[in-house]
């Protein structure tokens, strides 16, 4: 798109905001609407706008497929790991309640609900926008027939 100067200049003014959106719906998901995989999708069509408008070889740049690779083992990582916690402190698995605790009870520090579910939803929210881009990917490097 090195034709279209105007789409190139409103993408480079659209995708911070897109990108700061997405963050607003990720750590604002646990009170209201949204969470992780709204996040996620929000987050790589950030990304997947990017690389409609300056190329695939330019977003590789930015998000090497090497990086989402590792990501979309994070995510799931950081999910199963918090339910791997929660049984390893005694209760089920994602039961919260046991990550319930009483440190520096003069400052504001989440609940235990709070952690469990911002520590899961996390880890959908870096899954998702990782499988997303790596669709993109896949089928964007795909050769004409």
Do not use: N
């Not at 090195?2 to 995708?15: E, H, M």
């Not at 070889?57 to 994070?74: D, G, N, R, S, T």
């Not at 989440?110 to 998702?128: A, D, K, R, Y």
């Not at 926008?129 to 027939?145: D, S």
């Amino acid at each position: 798109m090195t034709g279209f100067p105007i789409i190139r200049i409103i993408t480079k003014l659209l995708i911070p905001y897109i990108l700061l959106f997405a963050f607003y719906v990720q750590f604002h998901g646990d009170y209201g609407p949204g969470g992780g995989f709204q996040a996620g999708v929000i987050f790589a069509s950030g990304l997947i706008l990017y690389g409609l408008v300056f190329g695939l070889h330019a977003i590789k740049k930015v998000a090497p497929p090497i990086v989402i690779e590792k990501c979309m083992a994070l995510g799931v990582l950081i999910y199963a790991g918090t339910g791997v916690l929660t049984m390893a402190l005694g209760g089920k698995f994602l039961d919260y309640s046991v990550l319930e605790h009483d440190v520096l009870p003069h400052w504001h520090v989440p609940s235990g609900q709070h952690l469990g579910i911002f520590l899961v939803e996390l880890g959908v929210g870096i899954t998702v926008t990782a499988v997303m881009t790596m669709i993109f990917y896949a089928f964007a490097g795909r050769k004409q027939v």
